[in-house]
Antibody
Framework: VQLVESGGGLVQPGGSLRLSCAGS????????ISWVRQAPGKGLEWVSD????????HYADVAKGRFTLSRDNSKNTVYLQMDSLRAEDTAVYYC????????????????WGQGTLVTVSS | QSVLTQASSASGTLGQRVTISCSGS????????VNWYQHLPGTAPKLLIY???QRPSGVPDRFSGSKSGTSASLAISGLQFEDEADYYC????????????FGGGTKLTVL
């Protein structure tokens, strides 16, 4: 089982980035996927999740209206589109897979990606 | 301020048993599963306990989880120096159309 994130980098305030999370080694469409971030010196923060079929998403208040989560199960990939980025969005972003393959989120993540750094700065 | 409340720090001596607590509410811990993570700097978090008290394969039985009402606990017995890390609780919260929530984390020091 492996999750690999990509797409992080340096972006100016107000800019956009799209993070990708490619999964392998498991039946991708069976599992909900979440994004979790950790800002410098801070704790873990849940950002967003998408169910196995891709038909339902949830967002943290800090992400609502600015971030959009989607998935393409034919490509075993989840995408986090981040718009109107702010300095406070600077963090390492992880995608994570649920341990239970029900397609829904319980916040029990048994596999995580390596993390991708997003830096929002002018 | 986190939805789930954890003490910011805890400590124990080698071989001791320590407990880390996580307090929530009726919309999260009270009705949903609690999960626990160990996090070392520069690495991805590691799942220690899921569904209140289940250990994933490979996690030593020194780690155990319990829940009562709107609070949960992670117990670590036979404390080892390698257990020094940050520990987080996490659960689904049914308020506001549903969202995931983490505790603020507890830094465990092994003396």
């Amino acid at each position: 089982v492996q999750l690999v994130e990509s797409g992080g980098g340096l972006v100016q305030p107000g800019g956009s980035l799209r993070l990708s999370c490619a999964g392998s080694g498991f039946t991708f469409s069976t599992y909900a996927i979440s994004w979790v971030r950790q800002a410098p010196g801070k704790g873990l923060e849940w950002v967003s999740d998408i169910n196995g079929s891709g038909g339902r998403t949830h967002y943290a208040d800090v992400a609502k209206g600015r971030f959009t989560l989607s998935r393409d199960n034919s490509k075993n990939t989840v995408y986090l589109q981040m718009d109107s980025l702010r300095a406070e969005d600077t963090a390492v972003y992880y995608c994570a897979k649920e341990v239970i393959g029900s397609g829904y989120s319980y916040l029990g993540f048994d596999s995580w990606g390596q993390g991708t750094l997003v830096t929002v700065s002018s | 301020q986190s939805v789930l409340t954890q003490a910011s720090s805890a400590s124990g001596t080698l071989g001791q048993r320590v407990t880390i607590s996580c307090s929530g509410s009726s919309s999260n811990i009270g009705i949903n599963a609690v999960n626990w993570y160990q996090h070392l700097p520069g690495t991805a978090p590691k799942l220690l306990i899921y569904a209140d008290n289940q250990r994933p394969s490979g996690v030593p039985d020194r780690f155990s989880g319990s829940k009562s009402g709107t609070s949960a606990s992670l117990a670590i017995s036979g404390l080892q120096f390698e257990d020094e890390a940050d520990y987080y609780c996490a659960a689904w919260d049914d308020r506001l159309n549903g969202r995931g929530v983490f505790g603020g984390g507890t830094k465990l020091t092994v003396l």
